[in-house]
């Protein structure tokens, strides 16, 4: 069971690749990387950030792809549209399923894509995509629905629906996460845990539900278990990385 994911390295180790190979080897799935871009920064505060060339991104894909049999892929930081558009490339190349985490903004503050992502992710990634899991700020940008509560998270659902199956992620929405497949909505209430510990959350999520459908689960089946994962991985602080709700 191998996976791979395709995102920016963070050294801290709590985002990015670093933390979607981990949670991959804890959940028992083998994790492969594709590095999009260098950064410097913490949980605290984002310094500098480098892209990697789409050619590069491309051929270190290829490399993999090359030795290693992979059906689900997770996608984090790409940053520009030339990765995105590259990205997508593959995956139609490779018959590839990616659960998109689209990240824009680290939890630090800093800004992790160009100004075009949002677009570039509804244009190219999110309609060969298999699942999305923005935050509310990332569905306020992909929708344009402002999000302030229920109801409007779920107008954002439905008009994300039309592009690619989603997950608005329920942080700022008192846990209650929106998940729409093939335009079924469920609310799903999870239980909100206080923590200090806010990085990286939405790549350790993403990538949980990444390897529970390398292991043969439903998507459904994924999405729980990913959640009760994060939780537990809140409450007690450990498996290699510090996790926050979502």
């Not at 959940?27 to 949980?43: E, H």
């Not at 549209?81 to 018959?95: A, C, G, L």
């Amino acid at each position: 069971m191998i996976a791979m994911s395709i995102a920016g390295v963070d050294p801290s180790g709590g985002a990015g690749v670093f933390a979607d190979l981990k949670t991959f080897q804890a959940l028992g799935v083998y994790g492969t990387g594709v590095v999009t871009a260098l950064t410097a920064q913490n949980p605290y505060n984002m310094f500098s950030l480098k892209a990697i060339d789409s050619n590069y991104v491309a051929e270190q894909i290829d490399a993999v792809l090359d030795s290693y049999e992979i059906e689900y892929i997770k996608t984090g930081m790409l940053y520009s549209k030339e990765i995105i558009k590259t990205v997508s490339q593959k995956i139609k190349e490779y018959n590839l399923k990616a659960i998109v985490d689209p990240v824009m903004v680290a939890t630090s503050g800093g800004n992790l894509s160009k100004d075009e992502t949002a677009e570039s992710l509804k244009r190219y990634l999110l309609p060969n995509s298999f699942f999305t899991t923005p935050n509310v700020d990332e569905a306020e940008k992909l929708s344009g629905i402002k999000i302030t509560n229920e109801e409007n998270a779920i107008k954002a659902s439905e008009k994300l629906q039309k592009i690619c199956n989603n997950m608005i992620t329920g942080g700022h929405l008192q846990g209650n996460n929106i998940i729409n497949i093939d335009g079924e909505i469920t609310i799903k209430k999870q239980k909100l845990l206080k923590s200090e510990n806010l990085h990286g959350s939405g790549c350790n999520f993403s990538a949980a539900i990444t390897a529970y459908l390398t292991k043969k689960d439903s998507l459904n089946e994924a999405i729980s278990k990913s959640l009760d994962y994060t939780y537990e991985s809140i409450k007690n602080g450990n498996y290699g990385t510090l996790i926050p709700y979502i």
